[in-house]
């Protein structure tokens, strides 16, 4: 076992490894953690789990669009430094939060099985019943994300968008209380882990609005020299998540788009063949350029045995076969570079600096 282990005495003598688990204090954080750890629980009855609360500075500032705050890791510095400092063993996130480089020392252990990958609208209560399709013209839409504005105004011309700001109860609340928006779109995948499924009042398929980079999954981040962690963790892996995930995070880092481009993905795993749709987008959605690519992630039993780790995307995975873990990554650069010959970059740094302007 590694130096940094802590041991608890139970009341019966019986010796006990403690695991703590840092996690931001939004309610989807706690949810999202909590889920993580009952996991554990399951499969490591004798381990004792804490878990340390914490803010970040994307809980902090609330009132600035996230597409416009320069730091790139938002949510999830103040929590690597714990990390770091050995305050925590384990933090979880939402997978799209985490860059797709993480800083040196830290590795994504574990990604779970992806909840529904789609956005979802939710509206105000006095337009029940109405789609995006049937909301009267000029209609005010909440969203502070440029992927989801790009796409959707380029499909929805009719519809106005508007920045929204807050962790998911503040949003919900701003819509229900307030006669600013007539809609919002968040992640499917945040409203059921926070119980809301109800709200949801249609599911955008890829034809209205491609997901980002790794939505619905939730990651482990870990140090990446503990190697006892990281083995315990690595049994949450899901393996078509972490194949999709990967192609989807080569995809962007290949771009050099960080969390706060229009930069969109659908991903399907059929048998053994993978499809990785990717695009890029003009703030407005008026350019647009579109790809799908395939390629054959064929399951052997080929695990990672080298003493040297494999890590795809800052992502750990020695139980999963290394050819399948470098295919997928291969796809995602392969269907950047695709892109970027077609002039990708150019649609992005407008995007960036126009958005900085603003
Ligand atoms: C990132 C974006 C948003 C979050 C940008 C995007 C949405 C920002 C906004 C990278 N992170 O999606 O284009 O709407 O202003 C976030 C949510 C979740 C993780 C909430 C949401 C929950 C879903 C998940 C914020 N991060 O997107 O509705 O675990 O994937």
Redesign the pocket.
Known sequence: MSGNVSISQEGDGKVCRVIRMGTRKSQ?ARIQTDSVASRLKELYPDVHLEIVAMSTIGDKILDTA?SKIGEKSLFTKELENALERNEVDIVVH?L??LPTSLPPGFTIGAILERENPHDAVVLHPKNAGLTLDSLPEKSVIG???L??AAQLKKRFPQLEFENI?GNLNTRLKKLDEKDDYDAII??A??LKRMGWESRISQILGPEDCMY?VG??ALAVEVRAQDKDILEMVSVLHHTDTVLRCISERAFLRQLEGG?SVPVAVHTEVKGSMMYLTGAVYSLDGADCLKDTMQMSVEIDNKVNESAQECVHVGVTANSISSSALDAAEKLGSDLANLLLNKGAKDILTTARNLNDAR
């Open positions: 989807l996230l939402s799209k939060d969203t502070s994300s992927r989801r700001r968040l992640a995948a945040g980002a939505q619905g969390c």
